[in-house]
């Protein structure tokens, strides 16, 4: 069964101290791994597609990376405006029919 | 221009009653989804549908139903509400099914007295 685990749950950070939050995930036949932003009452905003062990993607001051067994998104010097529950999703090729599989989120906090 | 757009944005209602929920995209994807986000945010595909096939998850009732007038709509009715069914739900389109990313309305959130 495809499943994804996002650790930690919550991340608190001081402006400008970077960090990473993690995403484990077994899938059967990987088709891509996803990384969105959610911010309260909106829906999730996609941010980058992975596709394969080694390949990178940067966008401002995040930058997704991704193995065969898991992906991370680091964040260099966060801004306030960071803040916000980022979800990770896989789809495989396998028993979940290509349907994106979301874990629960990493709620990030940044303070100025 | 709003990418995924949902109405209503806000739904309150009373058990028992049946209800909609449309969903436009004017991105001109061929696929369209429905999602559940619960109390937890926890989010779970409900359906997949493009012009030839719907996709069901086993686990959602045969309460709820998709229907699509064209390409670029897809709506969810439901019937009998129950209590459980309070959560928001979100509407989302892609290009295809394979690998490519999903683009999500801003969500109906559903609350049932």
């Known amino acids: 069964e495809d499943q994804v685990t996002q650790s930690p749950e919550a991340l608190r950070l001081q402006e400008g101290e970077s960090s990473s939050l993690n995403c484990s995930y077994t899938?059967?036949?990987?088709?891509?791994l996803f990384w969105y932003r959610q911010d309260p009452g909106k829906g999730p905003e996609f941010l980058f597609t992975l596709y394969s062990a080694g390949e990178e993607k940067e966008k401002e001051r995040l930058k997704a990376t991704l193995t065969k067994k898991e992906s991370f998104l680091h964040i260099t010097a966060p801004k306030p405006e960071d803040s916000a529950t980022y979800l990770c999703a896989v789809q495989g090729s396998g028993g979940s029919q290509g349907n994106l599989i979301f874990g629960k989120g990493t709620k990030l906090s940044v303070k100025p | 221009d709003t990418a995924v757009s949902q109405t209503p944005k806000y739904l309150v209602t009373q058990m028992g009653n049946d209800k909609s929920i449309k969903c436009e995209q004017n991105l001109g994807h061929d696929t369209m989804y429905w999602y559940k986000q619960d109390s937890k945010k926890f989010l779970k595909i409900m359906f997949s549908y493009n012009n030839k096939e719907l996709i069901i998850n086993e686990t959602v009732p045969n309460r709820f139903s998709p229907k699509s007038p064209d390409k670029a709509h897809l709506n969810l009715h439901i019937n009998s509400l129950e209590l459980g069914d309070s959560a928001v739900y979100f509407c989302?389109?892609?290009?295809?099914?394979?690998?490519?990313?999903?683009?999500f309305g801003d969500g109906t959130r559903l609350s049932i007295l």
């Open positions: 989302a389109s892609s290009l295809g099914q394979g690998g490519q990313p999903q683009h």
């Open positions: 899938v059967s036949g990987l088709r891509g």
